[in-house]
């Protein structure tokens, strides 16, 4: 089955420099990737998603690059602030024999320091 | 909020005790989840279902089980068989096709006591 590796486990940052987050996955009939974020206390929550087809997908502060040969994708956050700070959970999707299945990484804890 | 609800917030077993996890949804998804989530470990697959009366073991499915009689619901069960049952647990509801989303409830924190 899948295997989607997210690396590092925790990441501090000053505020207004730039985060990155990588994530690794083993199959290659996987086509969707997609980032969650999980505030203290609350629930994970969709902020960004890419699909095998495309390289690269920018939402104001937030990008995701996906390289489909390495298989390996990445979330980047410029200019953070304190809202930044949360759990960031990358996950990996495809189709297994009629059923879809969403399996996520291990989660990375983002500290953004004032 | 979100249109998925779990219940309850939080629960206390006794050792030995079957448990039963709800989990709610009113947004018309054919797709339900569970996870399991520790610290260090991130979110999980415990079961998944795609269609009513259908369900599928993750990948840490033992000392689990779940039913999915009804489109709207999908509870989970943990049984005297789980080694390690304290943890929280969130059920998602899956929004499938070409802008795939899950939704996640609030979750349930499941204590052994």
């Known amino acids: 089955g899948e295997n989607v590796e997210q690396h590092p486990s925790t990441l501090s940052v000053q505020e207004g420099d730039s985060a990155v987050i990588k994530c690794t996955y083993s199959d290659s009939a996987s086509n969707y990737f997609p980032w969650y974020k999980q505030e203290l206390g609350k629930r994970p929550q969709l902020i960004i998603d890419i699909r095998s087809n495309v390289g690269e997908k920018k939402d104001q502060r937030i990008a995701v690059t996906l390289n489909k040969t390495a298989k390996h994708f990445s979330l980047h956050i410029t200019e953070t602030q304190p809202e930044d700070s949360a759990v960031y959970f990358c996950?990996?999707?495809?189709?297994?024999?009629?059923?879809?299945?969403?399996?996520f990484g291990t989660g990375t804890r983002l500290t953004i320091i004032p | 909020d979100g249109g998925i609800t779990q219940s309850p917030k939080y629960l206390f077993r006794k050792e030995g005790q079957n448990v039963t996890l709800s989990c709610e949804q009113n947004?018309?998804?054919?797709?339900m989840y569970w996870y399991r989530q520790d610290p260090g470990q991130g979110l999980r697959l415990i079961y998944y279902s795609q269609i009513v009366n259908d369900f599928q073991k993750g990948d840490i499915a033992e000392g689990y089980s779940v039913s999915r009689e009804k489109k709207e619901s999908f509870p989970l069960t943990v049984t005297s068989a789980q080694k390690n049952p304290t943890a929280f647990y969130l059920c998602?509801?899956?929004?499938?096709?070409?802008?795939?989303?899950?939704?996640f409830g609030q979750g349930t924190r499941l204590t052994v006591v």
């Open positions: 996950a990996g999707d495809k189709w297994d024999f009629g059923n879809e299945k969403l399996t």
């Open positions: 998602a509801s899956i929004r499938t096709g070409a802008n795939t989303e899950a939704f």
């Open positions: 947004l018309n998804h054919d797709a």
